[in-house]
Every structure is written in structure tokens, then in C-alpha cells.
């Protein structure tokens, strides 16, 4: 099982039509599977606290992409996810709140 074609790969296949050969969909079939659960398998080890966050794609090598350049953007610095964490655990409870 190619599970890691549409991630290396770096063209998708063209498209089925009434003309492809017998390889050209085998080719886009394996591609659009190995797309599909490499997609899912990203997102369901991805904590639920970001999911919400994340890029909505269709194609696993452009979802890479996009996460890419989520990590790598001021969000993610340290600095700022310190004092995000340091904010959050010194906030109290007061029990009028909904």
C-alpha cells in the first residue's frame, strides 16, 4: 500500500475521463487513496484543541503546506505561547460565570 504517494508525489494525476487507460486510473485511484487517508490520519492524530485551526484542504501535500507555515508563523513562537500558558493557568474560577 502507497500510502505516502500523494505526500511524495508531486503532481496529482490527471483525472479520469472515458479516454484514461487502465494505468492512468489505477495510477489516480491509488493517489486518490493514499490522498484521502493520509488526510485522515493527519487530522485524527492532531489534538482537538487545534483542529478547529487548521487549513481545509482536499489534498494531503498542501495540507503539509499549510501547517508548515502555521508552525513556523508568530502563533507558534515560544515567547507568546508562554505568556498564553502563564495567562491561562493563573486564571481563577469564581462560580458566577455561565
Not at 484514461?20 to 490520519?41: A, P
Not at 492524530?45 to 513556523?72: D, G, L, V
Amino acid at each position: 500500500m502507497a500510502l505516502d504517494l500523494a505526500i511524495l508525489s508531486n503532481e496529482e494525476p490527471s483525472a479520469i475521463t472515458d479516454k484514461s487507460s487502465k494505468d492512468e486510473i489505477s495510477l489516480y485511484e491509488t493517489w486518490e487513496r493514499s490522498n484521502r487517508l493520509s488526510l485522515n490520519l493527519m487530522r485524527l492524530t492532531m489534538a482537538k484543541s487545534i483542529k478547529p485551526s487548521m487549513p481545509k484542504t482536499e489534498k494531503a501535500r498542501e495540507f503539509m503546506k499549510k501547517i508548515k507555515e502555521c508552525s513556523q508563523s508568530k502563533l507558534a513562537d515560544k515567547s507568546v505561547t508562554g505568556s498564553l500558558m502563564s495567562e491561562l493557568t493563573t486564571k481563577k474560577y469564581d462560580l458566577h460565570g455561565s
